[in-house]
Every structure is written in C-alpha cells, then in structure tokens.
C-alpha cells in the first residue's frame, strides 16, 4: 500500500506497459500464485519458458524482495483486511431495520452532522461508502449513528431534532417511519424535515413548512449498504 499522490493516481490511471514476453513473465512470477500462473500464460499466449539470464535475474528480484519484506516486518494483506481496512466500517446491529444513508426526497443530500440550529444536510453519493453518513434504523424505532441516536429537542414550535447519548427507552428517541416520513413519537404531528435552503434537517408540522406543502421535504429513503 503506497501514500495517495497526484503523481500515484495519475500512474495508476496509465495502462501498464509490457515491453516483451521477458517483461511479462518477469511481473507474472513476482505477482500471481503458482494455480494463477499456468492460467494467465495461457490466457496471454506467452511461453511461460524462461532463458538462464531470465531466471538468473528473477532469482536476485526475489531474494531482493524478501529481504526488504524482512527488514521492514510487513504484515499480509489478510492482516490489513482484519485490523485495518474493516477498522472503520459500520456493522449493523442486530436489529437493524435500515442501515445505510439518509436521504432527502428533494435535495438529494442526505442527513449529516449536529449544528447549533439542527442537523446538517450533506451531499452523499449512490456507491460509495461514506461512513460519517451511515445511520441505523432499529426494529425498536431508534435512529443510530456511532452510539447517537436522533433525538427530539423542546416542544411545540421550538421542537427541534440532534444526536445525543443513546437510551433505550426514551420515547424521545423513538421514530416512526412511514411512506417515507420520520415521525416522532413524542410528537406525532411532528416531522422530519429537510428544512428548504438552509440545508438543515429540522422538526416541522407535517404536511406544512411556513403554510406551504412540505410533502416532497419531509420524505425520507435509505441508500441502503
């Protein structure tokens, strides 16, 4: 694994070039197991035989290779995949109704992070794993992010939603969702609400934000993962 670069991801994005058959059975050895070998010499057509210069050299990269390995204490990439690469990603709970990204019917972003005047809306994307987006949605009706749970904040007009502390049998924590609207069980005339232009999800009326229809900003998907 190297360092990302402007300089690496534009190599990357280069097609790999092979000069000759010598070259090809060169990174052939050093890189594909002994059952891949066979396989990919006979996809390429290429002699898989090598000349005493070529296996003379081969042997000297090998012994090169496994020296620096030796010197640098280099884990496999099975180790990487347990301890590092799954580190960050978010395992759903057991009773997980919904797991994935939060998204707005209308602006297409999706629910992010707390402010002082609600919750941020932040853009998201269909494939790709972003994990400061990931919530939960229990069978229980918590909405869950990293231990948090959303949460309904004062009442009546100043009713307003944030992630807090996690407690499982506040009714203040408790959602329903149906046709795609989040609503509080504590205030069930109450919505979740991709505030329009501020980028802000907050708690309205249902049905009506500022005296006009907020049936499109108070519907909800999961991009689900």
Not at 32 to 50: E, N, P, R, W
Not at 97 to 111: E, I, V
Not at 196 to 217: F, Q, R, W, Y
Request: hydrophobic fraction near 35%.
């Amino acid at each position: 694994m190297v360092t990302c670069s402007r300089v690496a991801v534009r190599g990357a994005q280069q097609a790999l070039r092979i000069g000759d058959d010598v070259d090809f059975r060169h990174i052939v050895e050093l890189t594909f197991s002994d059952q891949l070998k066979h396989l990919i010499y006979q996809q390429a057509g290429v002699d898989k035989t090598m000349s005493g210069r070529e296996s003379d050299s081969l042997m000297l990269r090998r012994n090169y290779l496994r020296h620096q390995h030796a010197e640098l204490n280099c884990h496999p990439v099975s180790w990487y995949l347990s301890n590092v690469a799954m580190s960050d990603v978010v395992v759903p709970s057991a009773d997980a109704d919904h797991f994935g990204k939060l998204r707005s019917a209308t602006s297409g972003l999706c629910l992010g992070a707390d402010t002082e005047v609600g919750i941020e809306m932040l853009a998201c994307h269909e494939h790709l794993y972003e994990r400061q987006l990931v919530v939960e949605k229990t069978t229980r009706g918590a909405v869950v992010r990293d231990g948090s749970c959303l949460e309904l904040t004062g009442s009546g007009s100043g009713a307003s939603v944030r992630f807090a502390p996690c407690e499982a049998d506040s009714p203040r924590q408790h959602w329903w969702m149906a046709d795609g609207r989040l609503t509080a069980v504590a205030a069930p005339r109450k919505c979740l609400t991709d505030s329009p232009g501020h980028h802000i999800a907050t708690l309205e009326d249902c049905a009506t934000v500022d005296g006009k229809d907020s049936t499109a900003t108070q519907r909800w998907s999961f991009i689900n993962l």
